[in-house]
């Protein structure tokens, strides 16, 4: 079993009935998705199909207060994605909201590290790299302790300080998706996991596979993430069991399915 962790998409787009997209994801080697999208499109493709998405709302985290957050779990959210913010995401303004996602038991989703901007660099993009490294989740762990994150992008171009903090907190997970993650060597990723050859099951098995891909569409392109994520397990000779946490047990159990 696989789910991506980490999926868009419009159900908009759906050109085939719930059933046989479901059944062409699961050819493709995806059994479910964590769909990130804004709350009124997210909820409709929950509504069309049904369990196959795990809803993570996005919120505007400089408008939104806590109530919203509350508003949002009450429609069904099981986590919220948090990105492009005007301050750094330790910032104790953000608190009452990662508070609220705490009380029901949901998941803090994170954009971790670099943001693409657009051809004639529009003011929506006008963010601060720094504002949203993977340290700043040190700093939200020490404040609002046990909180479920999801960081995705793992810190982007941080590695080692994305790494260093899903080795410290038992409740902090990250994926590799999007961007240039899997671009890079596989000798970095397998000393990132298996440093000179022993592997370190207490932080590759915190991945949670993920791809930052549009689904609902003719094509996902999801192939070239299961790949890497296949041969990453070979290289550092995961056993099957830490597999299938990274491939599906991870996401499942934190988001209570
Ligand atoms: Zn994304």
Redo the contacts with the bound molecule.
Sequence with gaps: MRIDS?A?GSVVNLNESPGEYITRCRRDGIDGIVL?ADPEPLFSARDRLGSFVISVPIIDMDQAGPDEVRRLFDRGAEGIKFFLPKHAYGDERYFPLYEAIKERDGVAVF?TGYVMHDADYSSRYRVKLDDMRAGHIDTIERNVPHLKVLM?HFGNPYWEECWKIMWAHPTVYADV??GTAIHRSMLMWREMFAPNGNLMANTLGKLCFGT?MTYFGAQHGVQPYIDFHERLFEETGTPPELRDQVNAGNVLRLFGR
């Design positions: 980490h868009h990130i954009h995705g998706s999007g930052d």
